[in-house]
């Protein structure tokens, strides 16, 4: 096992989680993104933004970009008279998730800029990993920068490359760049949307009528009651304008397709949506399925630590043949956990979410179920809560292995000494949280689980194997991460 | 059956949904009644108010009232700054939702009034039946109103009351006013609890340390830690003074007790609060098992209409021996339906809120709980939904009887002829919403779930049987009023 | 000399200046107020309120009263949306400062309030000397209290009269009443306008085409487009209805008119308005005139400190045929140092207000003239700034007579220990604020300069002769009360 | 006379006029900067920012850049928590005016960003004439352009550049942009100030105790009780770092200071400002007494147009021997006419904001001073109120010669066509605003009234005289822009 340094040490800029939306060839393509986008508030919190392209009569020729970006949720962002403001029959949206000290509205996405071929949006789910050696590259050839996203270096590449057609330019720009993309591009006339050869981060694209929408997960195409065609494949580029009524599909990198992320699978995406042709919430219940045949035990009753944990609850019961029960119940009015930036927040957090049903509880041998234990402070106030609800047995069961490496493509994770499971056995984890008994499904466990073939995932945070090589580090100084690219280079 | 003109016909008003909080003894107080409130926030989202007891230099002797009101939820409302301008020992808070027209701060909660004795702050949950009259008398007499809320009445008496003590004052009020209270006074040095001899909305207390909380439900004492003493018993008035360690009991009215509504049962509490001393999680789940004695039928999966379905389609489906699933997956960023003020709201929020999960319903019979059908609409759209998403049977279940009469004892319900149940034959509505069978719980069904005598409830709006008339009709022109009111009166 | 207590120390309450507008028999009513309001910022920023009567569809008969009323400056507060919701042919509207504790929105004017007769709203300008001693008489009658103004105590009494009519019940009420009070009533169908029988707070009334403007100064006529008719009346009252296309005029109390506030000349009052029969600018540059007669002395220019003392100063270098020079300047991004709330921010606006023009002022022999000297700390900073910019002699004339008394009536003055004039001589405040000399105009030759008998008007801060006896103070506990009020009785 | 063709017709994103002050070694520079800012607030309401250099334990070495840009006001925008997080002893503050379609906050200024050499901040009150040219070429270069501002090309350049130097790479930059520029420059270590070679906006610095301010007026030192030192010469830079406790002066270019704004001295600048070492307010009223010279009439009272119109109407009655008044009122709670964005605005604004003192008026002849007359509207607004106050004549004088040209260096004109002295002959605009008679200041009579010489100015508003060449002009292919070009280059 390689990374003992955690993204936010290395660098405080990169590693969002995002979640991104385009719509062509829908008179009212804004308000669609906008939809799209609530679907996919769970993958970006902390701010939001729309690019539109429109053609009014002040716009004549090809027409502009319109924008509006800001911190905060979808719904209160883009209201209707901010809606209005955003015209056209092509849109792309961005909602986004940071690190507490980059949440700034500089680094909110979609980016707009002027170059020499007029205007172009991007739109970013993902991290580069060698985003910062090219920014340094190109700031000696006196690019300027005004964000600390690894997105602007795109924009850069694209705007000094020498190819003739926007495809081409940002052909040029991403065989530059390694890491995880999903990509939506926007300029007058045209939208494009490009995933990265590993397919990291999904992409996935389907009709609304005669409108076209590309999202990151599917229930943008549900909420919009279109269909979903495919997934974006990994390498391919789809290229949507005012010329052709299909989308155009080019092979534009050689798909290798070894880097879809596990963790979608297990905690991140939604679970009404379809990724890599599974249903989430279908692969989260036969996790719990497997979690019980592992590491089953004589209990009264399943209850799942809501709402992440839920399909795994009724997936273990079933298999298990136990009763399941709601045990706690939620806070409608609060946000997800893990996607409120500080600490003091998410410990706060925990006591205004989650209330027990004590009937449930009381008197009972009580297996409870969640998707992961990160730093483990939630999880040992969750088991006291169910002590302290009258519960005689207390299990523990989670339906993932212990994550004890961090994400470099695109997911926020903590801090590696606050990442329990790398720190502590599992013994050790169960005295701290306090429950009678403690187990992780196995990663093998899991992988069975979705159906999917191993070797297509990414499952670093579980088992430390990157399919990607981090460039970026090597240009540290410190000396830690010197080792840490040696050994990594070693991989 | 007698009641066919809707609340919101008669009088735009009355007819809110509440909750309240009280905190006595606990140098935090308006801290903890910000908690206790967020525990509540179901029971009201459109404003919000606390007022607290304090005594600082500025204010010698007694100490003075100090109160913030506002729009929106509790959680923006009460910053940290706002909370450390509500000082002392003493707090009352209060949650409201109310229809659209009368959404106004004017309205909001808790009351705070100078008079004789001093000042004097009020919260309320219920509706007083005959408010309109005795605020006719009083205008007369002289009386100013600054609200259109029936709780401003009973400061008015309480003003003019002469009685010697504010207890005393509070009785004599109450003794002219008919109707749905579970009250909070808060004044310098006491703050006071009374429940109406019905015991129509709920009120309990309990302590948390050496505090004293009072709340409409005790989900407040659970988010505090605290430990539920019991219900304030119909008619009882508890005074919490700095005189005595313990609140004082007081059956200043015969207890009744005929009026415990039976929907807070069936929707409004939260699963797991107690409820005249049964848990609302358990007593869903056996309206569930009760549904699937009464009317089940062969399918292949049970699933619930979340978040308020959950514990009945569990029953349901543990009776019925039938897979239970999460059929369709919930929006978090959404509020909950029946407590926006909008219908355009209401539509918006159906199509935003709820997503099928596919895999779960393609190919199957499906059988969907929800807890009450009322305009019918989004049932419609819930069924539609279930269609599209390839079921083969759709088998809605509800675990409530027919919603056929408005409420007005607190509970916003929708215009009579919005009322489906009160229209149309059950297989007239089943064909309105698509589903292949429909079928509603007995009322002697759900009141066997619950385990209380059925004596003890109001169910009006199940059955139009109205344990408390309701004078303020009889003051009305509209002839359709004067037949109701005489159909009342043969009650 | 008598009063050592300054109106603050007794009571935080009342003492407010405020300005008033009413418009009647016009479309747009609660725009012309308003405008009118705009006109009148500058007798109080920070609130502003509107009722309209408005008679739409869903208000049969007489229609209904809309209001609005917001913290800040009328053109913030009034949007175009927000006077959109204020419909109707008549309005009323206020501005008001209080002092920094009490600048509560729950204070803030038009008062509405619903009662026996309907819907009744009032605006005040002035103070009542014995509202609180019938504030406790109400209040023990079982009268509920919302706000800490004076001014709620007319609603009551107007409420509680027997009187059929409500001009009847308002001529009830206010001769329960003593104080200053110009005074504008709304109710479906009529405007009622009165003046208090001593005249203390200006009033007029003219016409724009149709419609009929009531006002505080007639500056909001002229913003209008009108003409002035007259002012109104000491103790008469003016009644504008539906049923009558001029105004009624009824001499409801004998006019004393003993009471007109010459400060309102001074200081107060636009210099373009016209107040009793006199243009405020021309009395301000006669004082001028006088004061140089009085006080004349060699000197190489004459400076004001801008803007009250502007014309003051044409007055005096006229008169004194000297050059007349702008030599201070000031930023207009900042409010007017006498209405701001906090003493903090009034020093912090000396400093930022006013920047000197070295070139008018260096080497020379300059003349200050200001309209008055509260504190004194605000002279010192400018004689400073003076001096610092080069003067060879700094000659500071106050165009009033040095402020020795608070006012009671209406304007907010600073405590009494902060009245440099009530503490030190002539000789020892010109020594304080640094000056090479100082002199005040006499009493006589600033009554002499407005051109009215000294006899009509109150000069209590300047003399300390009050017109009208304070009756609240004779109710407090605090000797040093006792001892002003034994003082009082012997005036 | 050349230019028929207004900016805005030409380009809408260039030509704001500006205001800058920076401030060195101070350990609360963004104080002192937001002081200096406030002086300046009369160049700019739009948007205002701070930069500062701070050196935290967190950010070790050289420190970083601190920054905050909003729309709005100084003291709306820098409350004191934003002060605070802006610490460091260097600070630089833009304010900042723009037409109405390009007030958005990324044109804001200061602009930040990272390049090469780490992180560079520029401020800048002038307009670049070649800015679009050099743009193309830059974008052709594959730079990416966030704004439509001209001072984005200067940081392009600038990071373009390889000189080895901030200092160099600022020279290197500006030897390829022409027009007017006053810039300030901030980098971790180092405050730098430019100053084009024509001088065309002003740029001053002075000291405050030990610390250093530069600034576009000598208001910003005088507010701060600092000394001014001396203008920055034209082509002059002056570079202030940690290493030297005096700044060090570079004549990087060719001083030419052929081209001092002359409407600076007659209308943009305030008037306690020293500017090209001449008072403004002194320049005005010398103005006022030459165009009494040259174009007196018998009158009664000479009244100014306020407040920009004050000083030449004190010249002018003085010179004339006759009576100056105030004969218009100001409010002082709506901002500058010339300066608020929309023509909507701007007359409402004429409406609400003077107001006439009829006494000083009635049965006199008037004459009117006012500084410029623009497109006429307010003009006659004006001198119809004059009339309808009861003047006998209204002899309009104007202390400027008539506005016949579009400012190219960064005030914001009105088009040509709304120029009225570019379209009518004084008799036609003296009829047009209804005047008695009419009569504008000489060119030469201007000129001397400042007292320079006449070949320092710019007074191409005036003469159409243009000292810098209009490059971007030519890449239009607006015919009428050929036009324009070819006359511009026979120039």
Redesign the interface.
């Known amino acids: 096992m390689i990374t003992h340094y955690s993204s936010t040490d290395l660098d405080d800029h990169f590693h969002d989680e995002c979640g991104l939306c385009g719509v062509w060839n829908q008179s009212e393509a804004s308000n669609y993104v906008y ?1 799209g986008l ?2 996919l ?2 993958r970006g ?1 902390e701010s939001a933004g729309i690019v539109s392209w429109g053609r009014g009569e002040q716009h004549g020729g090809a027409g502009s970009l319109f924008h509006h970006r800001a911190m905060g ?3 209160e962002i883009f209201t209707q008279p901010v809606l209005e403001e955003l015209p056209g029959s092509g849109a792309i949206g961005h909602v986004r998730y940071s690190t507490a000290g980059e949440s700034h509205l500089k680094n909110a996405q979609p980016f ?5 071929s007029g205007q172009l949006a991007v739109a970013h789910n993902g991290n580069l990993v060698n985003a910062k050696t090219v920014r ?1 590259e190109l ?8 964000s600390t996203s690894d997105t602007e270096v795109i ?2 590449l694209v ?3 020498r190819e003739k057609t926007t495809e081409d330019r940002i052909i040029d720009a991403m065989s530059r760049l390694e890491g995880a993309y999903s990509l939506l591009f926007l300029e007058p006339g045209r939208m494009i949307a490009l995933r990265d050869p590993h397919g990291v981060r999904p992409l996935c694209f389907g009709k609304v009528g005669e409108s076209w929408v590309v999202a990151s997960e599917s ?1 943008s195409l ?2 919009l009651g279109g269909t979903l065609i495919r997934d974006v494949e990994p390498g391919e580029m789809l290229i949507f304008d005012t010329d052709h009524s299909e989308p155009r599909s080019l092979q534009v990198f050689p798909k290798q397709g070894n880097g879809h992320c596990i963790f979608e699978h297990v905690y991140f995406a ?3 949506s ?1 990724i890599d042709g599974h ?1 989430v ?2 692969s989260r ?1 036969r996790m719990g399925m497997q979690l019980a045949r592992e590491s089953g035990v004589p209990a009264d009753v399943v209850i799942p630590v809501p ?1 992440s944990g ?2 795994a609850s ?1 997936g273990f019961a ?1 298999e298990a043949g136990l ?4 045990g706690m ?8 956990t893990f996607i409120e930036p500080s600490q003091r927040v998410r410990n706060f957090g925990v ?2 979410k989650l ?6 509880i009381q008197g009972k041998r009580v297996v409870v179920i969640d998707d992961s234990i990160v730093r483990g402070t939630t999880s040992k106030k969750i088991v006291d809560m169910v002590w302290a609800a009258g519960a005689t047995e207390v299990h523990m069961r989670i339906s993932s292995p212990p994550t004890v490496s961090p994400c470099y493509y695109g997911i926020d994770t903590p801090r590696q000494q606050e990442l329990l499971a790398n720190r502590f056995s599992i013994d050790e984890i169960r005295e701290y949280i306090g429950a009678t008994s403690l187990a992780y499904l196995s990663l093998e466990g899991m992988i069975q689980s979705i159906g999917i073939d191993g070797k297509e995932f990414c499952h670093a945070c579980f088992s430390g194997n990157y399919p990607i090589d981090v460039t970026d580090l090597e240009y540290s100084d410190d000396p830690q991460l010197s080792i840490f690219s040696a050994l990594n280079n070693t991989k």
């Open positions: 939809l609530h679907a508030q769970h919190q949720h979808v719904n707009v800029v002027d170059y020499h340094k700031e000696l050839k006196g690019s300027l920068f005004r924009l850069h705007s000094r490359s229930t549900s909420l939604k679970p009404d379809v249903t919430y279908e219940r709402d839920v399909p009724i079933e009763m399941f029960q709601m119940v939620r806070s409608h009015y609060i946000g997800r006591k205004l209330l027990p049903v004590k009937d449930v």
